[in-house]
């Protein structure tokens, strides 16, 4: 008995001081967070770290429900903000920086753009020329011209129709195309592992429309390729004309948007021909995403590197099989992820997001939430 007594206190012993060092790791993280950037430059100097943006827009994009995207005046906040604090360097500098043996941290920032929609071209290029800052627009090379629609602006556009149709209208075509089993349970909200909060995901559940949607809304978001087949039918049955609206809209870089972006000194990116999760491909399917998106945007553009920009994240892609690509491919440059300011090999530049959610936070407090270990 006493020995069994002895054994139950230790395990309770065990617990209460995982408990309190959970505890004591949590305040600790809450309270970094309000170290100053300049102090964090100091003690945890980087060498290069990315900014991660996807659209700057004044107006409402029925295409983009998944993230709220930056207003033109919170996009020109960022940037006075970066240029009084930190270099912002071109994409030939950070190659130029990354071939070098010694890495020089000097908190150097580089801003990239993903997924080739039209605003870039439209709204954030003359921003970007009239503060003289450089920057990388990563393209998913199929929907160049709008030829095709991107599953997540479908969802997107699903979304958009849900939210305008009553509830019983929108269970009743969940119930006829046979989804009801197969939504999962959503989570409340998702975090981003290294830096506040993910650019994906963050639909108002519990606000409009009705949270018995919820289980929908998530699976739409977070939608997979196999069930595109599923969406199709979803758009047919919401009133969602696809075709209609890559047509009026045009939602996405053209040819010419892209040559001029070239043309004015930026640098054109590939992100996938068609945006997959490449760590959930075969190893040659990951290849070709990687190596035609980057020669595509090579032969539109005539440049001699052409970085990528992992998919969603580059976490689970062996680094030793992307240096050997890069040597197969010299066309292939720097690759960017979005792991936040974790260290990584030489030639993966890691990139924090720079969207709000709710439209709320600043750049100083997005980037001390990053530095914050």
Not at 13 to 27: C, E, L, N, P, Q
Not at 155 to 163: F, K, P, Q
Not at 252 to 268: R, V
């Amino acid at each position: 008995m006493e020995g069994k007594r002895s054994r139950t206190f230790n395990v309770l012993r065990r617990d209460v001081k995982t408990f309190v060092s959970w505890a004591i790791r949590g305040v600790a993280r809450r309270v970094l967070q309000y170290v100053p950037v300049a102090i964090w430059r100091r003690v945890a100097p980087q060498t290069t770290f990315g900014l991660c943006y996807h659209v700057v827009s004044d107006a409402k994009l029925q295409h983009l429900k998944h993230y709220p995207p930056l207003t033109t005046a919170q996009f020109e906040e960022d940037l006075s903000y970066l240029k009084g604090s930190f270099s912002v360097i071109a994409y030939d500098e950070l190659v130029r920086r990354r071939s070098v043996e010694n890495i020089v941290r000097d908190n150097a920032a580089t801003l990239t753009f993903d997924d080739g929609f039209a605003e870039c071209a439209t709204v954030v290029r003359p921003i970007l020329l009239r503060h003289g800052a450089s920057c990388i627009f990563f393209v998913i090379t199929d929907l160049i011209d709008n030829r095709v629609m991107f599953r997540e602006t479908q969802a997107s556009l699903c979304i958009d129709a849900i939210w305008r149709q009553p509830v019983e209208c929108v269970e009743a075509i969940i119930h006829e195309l046979g989804l009801d089993e197969q939504l999962p349970c959503p989570p409340v909200r998702s975090r981003f592992k290294s830096q506040g909060w993910s650019p994906l995901d963050v639909a108002d559940f519990d606000g409009k429309p009705d949270s018995r949607l919820r289980s929908l809304l998530h699976w739409l978001l977070t939608i997979r390729l196999h069930d595109v087949g599923l969406v199709d039918r979803l758009c047919d049955r919401l009133g969602v004309d696809v075709a209609g609206y890559l047509l009026k809209v045009r939602p996405y870089l053209s040819t010419e948007q892209i040559c001029q972006l070239h043309s004015d000194g930026f640098t054109i990116g590939a992100h996938g021909r068609s945006h997959r999760r490449l760590e959930s491909l075969s190893r040659a399917e990951a290849e070709h995403e990687i190596v035609e998106s980057c020669r595509i945007v090579r032969d539109l553009t005539g440049q001699e590197s052409v970085p990528f920009a992992f998919p969603y994240s580059g976490a689970g892609l062996d680094r030793t099989w992307l240096a050997q690509l890069r040597e197969r491919h010299d066309f292939i440059g720097l690759f960017f992820d979005t792991g936040g300011l974790r260290r990584d090999a030489p030639f993966v530049v890691q990139r924090v997001f720079g969207e709000r959610i709710n439209q709320a936070g600043s750049m100083d407090s997005i980037l001390r939430r990053a530095w914050t270990p």
